[in-house]
């Protein structure tokens, strides 16, 4: 067994495709229209779905916002350098809502930035480059 893929609702499709691509880095992996149910699906990554796992993002045509509720919690990206990274998401227009930094009660230097739809996303530094 190997995880395949966490899905995420998402009101704007281009602009959360904006985001993962141009903001994250991600790739556009694929994409489809589903016109009978009204829906898009598309998922983003940094390597292959073949070899690592995705984000679906599913678009339903007719709804533009979602309550993302008190379950969700965050994804988790590895980076190579979060203070580095923070940068270059705010400069990307991005939205950082925790500067990168050595998490509370550890060491580990973490960051959070937001989706558009204000879904959460963790920074990790690689544990090689902790300072």
């Known amino acids: ?14 602009r959360s495709l904006a985001f993962y691509t141009d903001v994250l880095g991600m790739k556009l992996l694929r ?10 699906l598309a998922f983003v990554g940094y390597q292959d779905e073949s070899e690592g796992a995705a ?9 533009s ?23 270059r998401i705010k400069e990307k227009g991005g939205n950082v809502t925790r500067e990168a930094g050595p998490m509370k009660h550890g060491q580990t230097v973490i960051a959070f930035v937001e989706d558009p739809d204000g879904y959460k996303i963790e920074l990790i530094q690689r544990k090689d480059r902790q300072d």
């Not at 984000?55 to 709804?63: F, G, K, P, R, V």
Request: charged share 25%.
């Open 31 to 40: 994409r489809k229209d589903y016109p009978d149910g009204k829906f898009t």
């Open 65 to 87: 916002s979602y309550d993302l509720g008190n379950g969700y919690g965050h994804i988790a990206l590895e980076v190579e350098n979060a203070y580095d990274a923070c940068a």
């Open 1 to 14: 067994m190997r995880l395949l893929h966490t899905m995420l609702r998402v009101g704007d499709l281009d």
């Open 55 to 63: 984000i679906e993002l599913t678009h339903n045509w007719d709804t």
